[in-house]
Structure formats: C-alpha cells, structure tokens
C-alpha cells in the first residue's frame, strides 16, 4: 500500500524498570535491562526526528518513567519541538520536586495509575508497600501545580467489586479524568489471566455502574470505559489500525507498532540507532506486516468491518491462534469465537489463583493452579 500519513502519537517506553509489580502489566516477559536502554542523547535524537515526522503526541510511558532522571530534558526537548507530553506514571516517585521540575519542562498531562481504593488490596495488587497512600499525595501535586489529571484504573477479577470506590477515589483526587479499562491480556497480563479473569456477573455489574457513574458526575469527571474483549461479539480496532497512528519505542530503541509487538513470531525489531523513524513507520516490515487490508484473511477479507476494526488485535489473534494474521477471536465470525467465550467463563469461575508479580526473572504464571479464596 501507498506510505502512510504521519503518526498522531509515539509511545516512549523509557525503561522497563519499575518499583510497581502489577500482574496485569503489558509489558513483555523478557524485561529490558537498565543496561540496555537508550540514552538521553538518543531519545532527543529520536524526538527530533518525531516531530520531523509529523507526530503531535509524546505519550512517556515504562515501566515507570520517573526512573530515568533524564524525563525532564525528554519533556522540554518534546515542547521545544511543539510536541504534546503526557506522562504515564505509578506515582509513586513523583515528588514535590519532580512535579516542579517537569511542570517547568513543559508537561501538559498526567495519567496517574490506581490499583484499587482499598489502600490493602491496591498495594498487594501493585506490589509496594504504601504505594496507594503515595499516589493520592502524587494527585495533589499535581492538581497544585495545575497540570491536568487521568487517574487510570485497571481492573479485573481482584478490583471489580470495588468499581464503586473506586470512581469515588478518582473523584476525591480531582481527577478531570477517569478511565476505567478492563484488563487487556498482553505480557504479563496474559500470564496471570487465570487469576484477574472477571465473572460475567462483575463484567455485567461494570457495565451498569459506570453507566450510573458517568451520569452521576458529568459536570466533574469524565469517565472513559475500555470494555473487556473476552466478553465481546467484535473487535477494537487496536491501535486505531496498525501502523496508522501510533508507533512505539521500546527502551532499547526497537520500534514496534504496538507495545505489545515484539512477542509476535517475525517481528524484525528496526532499531533507532540503525534507521531513522521517518523510514521506520514508511517501510520497516513490522509496520507494513499487517497496514491496511490486504494481509486479511476471510472472513475479514470481504467483511464491510474491515477498515473499521481493521481484524482486531494483532496481537491477541497470535496468544488466542497462534497466528498472528488470523481474525482475532473475539469477533463472533472467527472460527475461533467460541474458545473465547468458553475460556472466559472456564477461567472466571476457577475462583482466585495465585498470580505472578511482574518482576524481572519471574517465569509465566502458574495459569491453571486452584485458589484458596475468592475476593
Ligand atoms: Fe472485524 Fe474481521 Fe470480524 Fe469483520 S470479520 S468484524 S473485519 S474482525
Ligand atoms: Fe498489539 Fe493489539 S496489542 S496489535
């Protein structure tokens, strides 16, 4: 197909270090090391040669972002270019200090993790001690230091009894924003699945209580929904199509077109230090692998969705298929659907399993172990 228009936004995944260990982490398996990370000079480079592309949004994602101590000169490098900045955070580092320093570097956004509102269960589900009551300090700094907030909420099977609470908490932080995503079961997520598997009760319920909610405090909160795919009759179109509007870069400089790529069987991994962006997301394999429609298999070859959804999720057709080309699963027409829906209902009702925190060395997750309670 012809080269594409220019990315609206570039996810900078800055490092895979982080003091969080959230089991519904999309990060892959294999962390990026410290030692293998681009430096400063790098990500400026690339910066430049992002806006030089066209991209509007900087998206400063990890791992946790607040590791590199050289956020502030990314930030100010992005503004000088008139690049967007959102930082993508845990909070849990984000200082009276930091707040200051990026708000003068230019940032214009922060989207600020929560585990859950019972301060105990949000800590045993991100692994840190005390991170809960450090990320409500985190959302008063930033609100004092007028930056816009997104409080963003993951939840699953360990959560979802407490949606409530917990779009009352984003609320009482002075959140502008809430997103309440179901969990999407790349890397780690995918891992621990067993264990953060929703019952088809709790989906339900979700559904009602964010319709109430959205009502309830639309004068003060907007409040965006992620719907859960395994429960689903037809797919998103991830990533707005891939390769049309985001490109990612991995803290070791591979670029990828979505976060989640580099598991895929293929993938050839362009680095930014071996070719420049621009020629990246115009021609590199993985990006032209799946743009468009003409890689489409039936039933999406002929279906009158398929630049609408573009065949779903590229990534969930391969953990679901095996085949990262197929139709992705969660559309009713795949042959695929009714495994879906069966794991789905067979997961959820395994009651709660032990899951694998996201640590480097920790191996998958025991998927099928039995529980001792549910939550
Ligand atoms: Fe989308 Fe393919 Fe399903 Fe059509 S057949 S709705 S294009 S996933
Ligand atoms: Fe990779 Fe959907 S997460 S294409």
């Given at each position: 197909m012809s080269a594409p228009g220019p990315p609206l936004g570039l996810l900078a995944e800055l490092t895979h270090r982080c003091p969080l260990a959230c089991p519904y982490c999309s990060n892959p398996l294999g962390l990026a090391r410290a030692g293998d990370e681009l430096d400063t000079a790098t990500w400026l480079r690339v910066l430049d040669e992002a806006a030089d592309l066209g991209v509007l949004q900087l998206h400063l994602s990890g791992g946790e972002p607040l590791a590199r101590r050289d956020l502030e000169a990314i930030t100010a490098r992005a503004r000088e270019r008139d690049i967007y900045t959102n930082l993508i955070t845990?909070?849990?580092?984000?200082?009276?200090a930091r707040v200051r320093a990026l708000a003068d570097a230019g940032l214009e956004h922060v989207q600020l993790s929560i585990q859950d509102a019972d301060p105990a269960n949000a800590d045993h589900i991100g692994g840190y001690h005390g991170g809960h009551a450090?990320?409500?300090?985190?959302?008063?700094?930033?609100?004092?230091?007028?930056?816009?907030?997104?409080?963003?909420?993951v939840v699953h099977r360990r959560n979802l009894d407490h949606l409530p609470a917990i779009i009352a908490a984003a609320g009482a932080m002075g959140a502008d924003r809430l997103e309440i995503a179901h969990?999407?079961?790349?890397?780690?997520?995918?891992?621990?699945?067993?264990?953060?598997?929703?019952?088809?009760?709790?989906?339900?319920?979700?559904?009602r209580i964010v319709a109430e909610a959205r009502e309830h405090w639309a004068s003060r909160m907007a409040i965006d929904y992620v719907?859960?795919?395994?429960?689903?009759?037809?797919?998103?179109?991830?990533?707005?199509?891939?390769?049309?509007?985001?490109?990612?870069?991995?803290?070791?400089?591979?670029?990828?077109p979505c976060h989640a790529a580099a598991e895929l069987p293929g993938t050839?991994?362009?680095?930014?230090?071996?070719?420049?962006?621009?020629?990246?997301?115009?021609?590199?394999?993985?990006?032209?692998?799946?743009?468009?429609?003409?890689?489409?298999?039936?039933?999406?070859?002929?279906?009158?969705?398929?630049?609408?959804?573009f065949g779903g999720c590229r990534c969930q057709a391969f953990a679901l298929t095996g085949d990262p080309a197929a139709t992705d699963p969660v559309c009713d027409l795949s042959p695929h659907h009714e495994r879906i829906a069966t794991l789905a209902e067979d997961e959820a009702v395994h009651g709660p399993v032990p899951f694998t925190p996201r640590r480097p060395g920790n191996g998958p997750a025991p998927v099928t172990q039995p529980e001792e309670a549910t939550p």
């Amino acid at each position: 197909m012809s080269a594409p228009g220019p990315p609206l936004g570039l996810l900078a995944e800055l490092t895979h270090r982080c003091p969080l260990a959230c089991p519904y982490c999309s990060n892959p398996l294999g962390l990026a090391r410290a030692g293998d990370e681009l430096d400063t000079a790098t990500w400026l480079r690339v910066l430049d040669e992002a806006a030089d592309l066209g991209v509007l949004q900087l998206h400063l994602s990890g791992g946790e972002p607040l590791a590199r101590r050289d956020l502030e000169a990314i930030t100010a490098r992005a503004r000088e270019r008139d690049i967007y900045t959102n930082l993508i955070t845990s909070g849990v580092l984000l200082d009276e200090a930091r707040v200051r320093a990026l708000a003068d570097a230019g940032l214009e956004h922060v989207q600020l993790s929560i585990q859950d509102a019972d301060p105990a269960n949000a800590d045993h589900i991100g692994g840190y001690h005390g991170g809960h009551a450090a990320k409500r300090a985190a959302a008063a700094r930033v609100r004092a230091a007028g930056l816009p907030l997104t409080v963003n909420a993951v939840v699953h099977r360990r959560n979802l009894d407490h949606l409530p609470a917990i779009i009352a908490a984003a609320g009482a932080m002075g959140a502008d924003r809430l997103e309440i995503a179901h969990t999407q079961y790349h890397g780690w997520a995918l891992a621990n699945r067993a264990a953060l598997m929703p019952t088809r009760a709790q989906v339900e319920a979700a559904d009602r209580i964010v319709a109430e909610a959205r009502e309830h405090w639309a004068s003060r909160m907007a409040i965006d929904y992620v719907t859960p795919d395994y429960h689903a009759h037809r797919p998103k179109a991830c990533m707005g199509g891939w390769g049309q509007r985001f490109i990612t870069v991995a803290p070791d400089g591979a670029v990828l077109p979505c976060h989640a790529a580099a598991e895929l069987p293929g993938t050839t991994r362009d680095r930014v230090k071996e070719r420049p962006l621009a020629a990246i997301w115009k021609h590199g394999a993985d990006f032209e692998r799946f743009r468009g429609t003409a890689w489409m298999p039936e039933p999406c070859r002929s279906c009158e969705r398929r630049e609408v959804d573009f065949g779903g999720c590229r990534c969930q057709a391969f953990a679901l298929t095996g085949d990262p080309a197929a139709t992705d699963p969660v559309c009713d027409l795949s042959p695929h659907h009714e495994r879906i829906a069966t794991l789905a209902e067979d997961e959820a009702v395994h009651g709660p399993v032990p899951f694998t925190p996201r640590r480097p060395g920790n191996g998958p997750a025991p998927v099928t172990q039995p529980e001792e309670a549910t939550p």
